[in-house]
């Protein structure tokens, strides 16, 4: 049996405690409102056959690790799913509730958005709703300046063995950055070299990547398809660490009191991505419609 808008709208209903409205209507927030918007669709973002809790689960961690780039507090998330008739209740539920539980974990619960049956691959669409603190400066990418020291949160690489599906969005790490002096931040989900470049691009300036993480999955990677580890972590993607430009002071103290964070390079006067002394061509990554 196809599944139904009319069934899932009263289970919702039901699991919210609510009657439920087409609109949010969400508490006064005392701080600068913060959102962000990811699509999730079956055959880009996950293969069929990915089970449908880990899938709803990346839906909303990809919105929520936008809101760690902009050092946001989480408040809410908004779902429009859509799916073909031959979806099962079942997995469109199990979908749903974990977006909601991956939301609720990080205080942002599942408060609205929509359904709709069409054919062709499932995918859904996850909006986050964030809290800037009042008086807070944004660390927006366009002020990363030359002479700011790079870091990044963790090491790259190797995400489409499984990692892809148990994203960890660095809320905490980049509330705290931001307070301990970053000027900009960024997730990388279209690969290192390629976010990097984006970043160095809005601040006017060339970044000069000097030391490239690497995860173990890119190791591992690395011994199935004979390129290079330092190439996975170039340019999987979907990691989403958080990339960090701090004045160099800022960053010196950085590194002292959190030791997770990785000192990768440096930004200075020119344009475009140096690695290790060579200019990136600009190739790998990822880029849609590319």
Do not use: N
Not at 60 to 83: E, Q
């Amino acid at each position: 049996m196809a599944w139904s808008e009319e069934r899932l709208h009263q289970w919702l209903a039901a699991r919210a405690g609510e009657p439920g409205d087409d609109a949010a209507f969400l508490p006064p927030l005392r701080g600068r409102v913060v959102t962000c918007a990811d699509h999730c669709i079956e055959g880009v973002h996950w293969d069929s056959g990915a089970p449908p809790a880990r899938i709803g689960a990346k839906a909303a961690a990809r919105s929520l690790s936008d809101l760690a780039a902009s050092a946001a507090r989480p408040v809410a998330l908004l779902c429009a799913l859509r799916a073909p008739r031959s979806a099962t209740e079942a997995w469109m539920r199990a979908v749903l509730a974990a977006v909601d539980r991956r939301g609720r974990a990080f205080g942002a619960p599942l408060r609205g958005g929509d359904l709709a049956c069409a054919p062709g691959p499932a995918g859904l669409s996850v909006a986050a709703v964030g809290e800037l603190a009042r008086g807070q400066k944004p660390p927006e990418r366009a002020r990363a300046r030359p002479g700011h020291v790079l870091l990044a949160t963790g090491p790259f690489g190797g995400s489409r063995l499984g990692r892809h599906l148990r994203i960890e969005p660095r809320l905490e790490l980049g509330r705290w950055l931001a307070a301990h002096g970053a000027a900009a931040l960024m997730d990388v989900s279209d690969g290192l070299a390629r976010d990097l470049a984006r970043l160095a691009r809005a601040g006017a300036a060339r970044a000069e990547l000097e030391v490239v993480p690497i995860h173990p999955d890119a190791r591992r990677a690395a011994r199935r398809d004979g390129r290079s580890a330092e190439w996975h972590a170039l340019h999987d993607g979907e990691d989403h660490e958080l990339l960090a430009a701090l004045p160099a002071a800022a960053a010196a103290r950085a590194l002292r009191l959190r030791p997770e964070l990785v000192r990768i390079g440096r930004l200075e006067r020119g344009a475009g991505l140096v690695i290790r002394g060579v200019p990136w061509d600009g190739a790998g990554g990822y880029v849609h419609g590319g």
